[in-house]
């Protein structure tokens, strides 16, 4: 009992399936019919065009974070401008758009990291896309 018990402990944890690499060119792609082909190419076009949507949302969001941040605008001068009557306002707002200029960059500095690794990732499905073009023209569909 005693050494299923330590076998129970020391036998590796068994890991995690890996997940199966994406294939770019799949057995049956050259028999595949134009209407097919077709198919799925315009189902690779929408989903990199959806990746790239949720991109330009999101920098869009980061962008507009740090001009917030920067205090443009009507509503940024006028605390300007009143912060100025204030011993040391002037000093506690500057360091207020500081930080969140600071915070906007970080931001935007982790949503351009996303993008990038977002554009790694996407390669085999636009590698793809190209390989299924070049099936597409060959059969003059």
Known sequence: MMLLFAAAILSPVAPAAAQAPYEVVRMGDRAMACPQLIAEINDINRQL???????TAAMSEATGGMMRGAGMGA???VM????????????????????????????????????????????P?????EHLMGLYDAKAC
Do not use: C, H, N, Y
């Not at 506690?92 to 982790?110: C, E, F, P």
């Not at 499905?125 to 896309?129: F, N």
């Open 49 to 55: 065009q959806d990746q790239q949507m949720r991109q």
């Open 75 to 77: 509503g940024g001068m």
């Open 80 to 123: 300007g401008s009143l912060a100025g009557m204030v011993p040391f306002g002037g000093t506690v707002l500057s360091m207020g758009r500081q930080a969140q200029m600071d915070a906007s960059r970080r931001k935007m500095t982790d949503q351009m990291e996303a993008m990038q690794r977002e554009a790694i990732e996407t390669m």
């Open 125 to 129: 499905a636009r590698e793809r896309l």
